[in-house]
C-alpha cells in the first residue's frame, strides 16, 4: 500500500502490527455466528444504498446514520469525549489514520465530505459509498494533482461544508510502543485549504480499543493488508470501540506547515489525556 514515489508518505506499520485474539473451543462457534449474524446485516443495507445516494435534505443525518449502521454491522461502537462539537460551517477536520473504517467511524459523529483514495472507491457499490460519503479522490502517486485536491477542499470549505482529511497521508496501526511512533507526522498540504478560506480547523483523536479498554489493532488497514482480509478480521471480531476525541478547534493562521504542527500535537498528545476522561456512547 506505500510502495511509489520517494516523496509519498510511508508508514512503518505492517501486518505484523495487527494482533487478533485467537478463539478456542467453544468460542469458535460464536465467532462463526457473529460473522453470519454481521454478514447479512451487511447484505439488508445493500438494496438501500442508491437511494440514499440520491441528493435529498438532511442529508447530513443520512450521512451520520449509514455510517452507524455500517459501524454496527461490524460490531463497531462510538464514544466521544474531550471539547463539546461546535455547530460551525465550513470547518477543516483533522484526525490520525488507521483504516478505512476511519471515514464510517467520523462520519457517524461529524458528518462532512472525505478527502480519500480515489482506488478504494472504483466499484459500483463503493461507488455509490462514495456518494454517501461525499468523496473528494486523491490520487496519492500523482503530486501535480495535488493542488486541485486542495482547491476543491476550499471550494467546499467555502460552501459552508465540513471537510475531513487525514494528514498522515498514510495509516499507521495507532499502537504506540517501545520504538514504534504507531502514529506519523502531518503533512501540510491540506492546511492549506483552511488558511486560504479563513476557516477553523477541528483536529480529532481517533483510537479503537477492545471492550477491556486495550487498543485494539484489529481495525487496522496497512502494509500489503488486502481490503477482503480487513473486513473479514472486523466480521469476526468482538466488539470494538471506536473513541473519538474532540481537541481544541485551531484558528488557521498564515503558516500552513505550523498549523499542521499544532493539530499534530493536539491529535497524538490526544491519546495521553483519554484515561480518566468520560467517554460519552454515541452509537
Partial sequence: MNTGHAWLPRASCDVSCVSVRDAAGWRRCLVYLRVA?????????????????????????????????VLRCFGVRITVSGSPIRNLSGVLVVSDHISWLDAFAIGAVLPGSFVARA?????????????????????????????????AVARRLR?????????????????????HRGSGLFYPAMFQAAIDTNRPVQPLRLTYHHVDGTVSTI???????SLLRSVGRLLSAGRTVARVRVESLQLPGSDRRELARRCQSAVQLGIARQSGHEHVLVA
Avoid at 454481521?38 to 446514520?65: E, F, I, N
Avoid at 478504494?120 to 485536491?149: C, D, N, Q, W, Y
Fill in 37 to 69: 449474524r454481521r454478514a447479512v446485516a451487511g447484505l439488508l443495507l445493500l438494496p438501500g444504498l442508491p437511494l440514499l445516494a440520491v441528493p435529498l435534505p438532511g442529508r447530513t443525518r443520512v450521512q451520520r446514520g449509514y455510517c452507524r449502521l
Fill in 119 to 151: 482506488d478504494m472507491f472504483t466499484g459500483p457499490a463503493t461507488g455509490v459509498v462514495a456518494r454517501i460519503l461525499k468523496i473528494i479522490p486523491i490520487e496519492r502517486a500523482s503530486l501535480r494533482r495535488l493542488p486541485g485536491v486542495v482547491d
Fill in 159 to 179: 460552501a459552508g461544508q465540513t471537510v475531513v482529511v487525514f494528514p498522515e497521508g498514510t495509516t499507521w496501526c495507532g499502537a504506540a510502543g517501545g520504538d
Fill in 219 to 225: 481495525p487496522a488497514y496497512v502494509g500489503d493488508d
